[in-house]
């Protein structure tokens, strides 16, 4: 039974949806949830800490050094609860079993679009302030920049390009119900993007410790690893979507009518693949 038909034996007969997130804690507050303020709240604590950070370190430092780094572990620890509690209570428990018919397909692609439409504005506050740095004296004064143009950077690209056309073929295959050409595809996609995550972090040490690159040294870093950082976490969250979608997909709970988690999924994947080439071209290309 559906989350529809279970909700019209609760309501007498009517047509009434009855989301997950009722159940969650805690209760009293209607079909809202608790979770995305957790959420949003973490992750707001991460630039605050940043800030924190700043004002602690050097000479004239107007607060204690351990604030920030105690501020920024508080922060994670409630983002990545809210972040558990959000897509656990309102994606995970009714999903395993149930499709989407309470919700509808399209309203769930509105919102990944809308979803997609405040991440854009995220990275594109970082660029502006990328911008705002270049508008200067480049290089920065002092600052030396590492070969940002490495085989190791052009083989990533390539990694995640390649893995956004084994994610749209994969779609196409389920589209045709041919799901055992849907899974071998899919599978190569979330290998692909664990792939580029260990790329990336490969990179991250070899800058910081063959080429001195840190994290506070100077402007253009703190950019570099601020945009590249942030493009990390969410190709990090989207290999997590892949994994539960690969996951229910093995379970035989997704066909040719039935494919809006893969397409959702789809939609977040394919953006962070565009804002990584972006990212290579300013970051790493426009810098050199």
């Given amino acids: 039974m559906g989350t529809v038909d279970e909700s019209s034996d609760d309501h007498g007969g009517h047509d009434d949806h009855h989301l997950p997130a009722v159940e969650d804690w805690p209760r009293g507050f209607g079909e809202a949830s608790w979770w995305p303020f957790l959420t949003a709240l973490g992750a707001s604590g991460l630039y605050v800490a940043a800030a924190l950070y700043v004002l602690g370190r050097g000479e004239g430092a107007i607060i ?33 079993e149930h499709g989407t018919e309470a919700h509808g397909g399209s309203t769930l692609k509105l919102g ?35 070969p940002l143009v490495s085989s190791l950077v052009i083989v990533n690209t390539a990694i995640l390009i390649v893995s956004s056309f084994t994610l749209h073929f994969a779609h196409v295959a389920l589209m045709k119900d041919n799901r055992k050409r849907f899974l071998r595809l899919l599978g190569v996609t979330l290998l692909l993007g664990v792939v580029f995550i ?33 493009h990390g976490l969410h190709v990090t969250m989207g290999a997590v979507m892949l994994g539960i979608v690969f ?42």
């Fill in 247 to 288: 996951v229910r997909g093995l379970l035989g709970q997704f066909s040719a009518e039935r494919h809006t988690a893969v397409s959702t999924a789809s939609m977040y994947w394919h953006f962070v693949d565009v804002v990584w080439v972006f990212l290579v071209v300013v970051l790493y290309v426009g810098a050199a």
């Fill in 64 to 96: 204690g050094p351990m604030i920030g780094p105690y501020a920024f572990i508080a922060s994670a620890v409630l983002f990545l609860a809210g972040l558990y509690g959000w897509l656990y209570h309102a994606f995970v428990v009714n999903f395993w």
């Fill in 198 to 230: 260990g790329g990336q972090a490969l990179e991250y040490y070899e800058f910081l410790v063959h080429e001195g690159f840190s994290l506070t040294g100077g402007i253009y870093n703190s950019a570099f690893y601020g945009l590249t950082g942030l």
């Fill in 112 to 146: 990944m679009i809308a979803f997609l439409g405040s991440e854009i504005a995220t990275f594109g506050a970082g660029f502006v302030y990328y911008f705002f740095i270049r508008a200067g004296t480049w290089p920065p004064t002092g600052a030396e920049l590492p």
